[in-house]
């Protein structure tokens, strides 16, 4: 079974900074990339960021500038450092992996999300 987990969520008022962490574990032979995305109220989940193992990023443009993701070296943890924030930053952020695993000695690719860590950005 593999598993992703998020944490850091939580109420900040406009401006303020928050950090959103994600650790994925279990039986993970490798990961091609992880990243987050976000639903708002009302609206479709949204892609934020992304970094693969060799420490590319790409971001939202509505992020950029704001928003830095970075990767633990040597495990599969990542963070999502959010400055600048707006009140249109408020969702539930979810961490996705896109990783392989072993079943049966063949290697079988998987896209494994998180349950979601609420930012809510108010005064």
């Known amino acids: 079974q593999v598993q992703v987990v998020e944490s850091g969520g939580g109420l900040v008022q406009p401006g303020g900074s928050l950090r959103l962490s994600c650790a994925a574990s279990g039986s993970i032979f490798s990961i091609n990339a992880m990243g987050w995305y976000r639903q708002a109220p009302g609206k479709q989940r949204e892609f934020v960021a992304t970094i693969t193992t060799d420490f590319s990023t790409s971001y939202a443009d509505s992020v950029k500038g704001r928003f830095t993701i970075s990767r633990d070296v040597g495990t599969n943890i990542i963070y999502l450092q959010m400055n600048g924030l707006k009140p249109e930053d408020t969702a539930v952020y979810y961490c996705?992996?896109?990783?392989?695993?072993?079943?049966?000695?063949?290697?079988?690719?998987?896209?494994?999300w998180g349950q979601g860590t609420l930012v809510t950005v108010s005064s």
């Open positions: 996705n992996a896109d990783l392989a695993v072993m079943d049966y000695n063949l290697k079988k690719n998987l896209e494994v």
